[in-house]
Nanobody
Framework: QVQLVESGGGLVQTGDSLRLSCAAS????????MGWFRQAPEKEREFVAA????????YYADSIEGRFTISRDNAKNTVFLQMNSLKPEDTAVYYC????????????????????WGQGTQVTVSS
């Protein structure tokens, strides 16, 4: 089992930035890829970004258009999502998740491939 705790969400205006954090309890956090997903009201959960276990490879949803950056600090068991140039359509609950396969090189956008999920943090972008 692993516990994930997201933080850093909030209410911001269009064009602002936020940095989300996800702290993991598992000691072997550094062996697993991580992903960020989001779910807007009345919409399905969607992929945002993913990072490999060693932080070398990253992958982003097309909708992010270069505005977000995923990173990780394995010494602190934490993954981050830096979000810049936020838009109202970015409004959602953001979740981090741990991939089920250790030492996977290619980041994964399939939510079914992730075993553990955090409770989410709300991001609201006003126009």
């Amino acid at each position: 089992q692993v516990q994930l705790v997201e933080s850093g969400g909030g209410l911001v205006q269009t064009g602002d930035s936020l940095r989300l954090s996800c702290a993991a309890s598992r000691r072997t956090f550094s062996n697993y890829g991580m992903g960020w997903f989001r779910q807007a009201p009345e919409k399905e959960r969607e992929f945002v970004a993913a990072i490999s276990w060693n932080g070398v490879w990253t992958y982003y949803a097309d909708s992010i258009e270069g505005r977000f950056t995923i990173s990780r600090d394995n010494a602190k068991n934490t993954v981050f999502l830096q979000m810049n140039s936020l838009k109202p359509e970015d409004t959602a609950v953001y979740y981090c998740a741990v991939h089920r396969a250790p030492y996977r090189a290619r980041p994964d956008s399939d939510s079914q491939a992730y075993d553990f999920w955090g409770q989410g943090t709300q991001v609201t972008v006003s126009s």
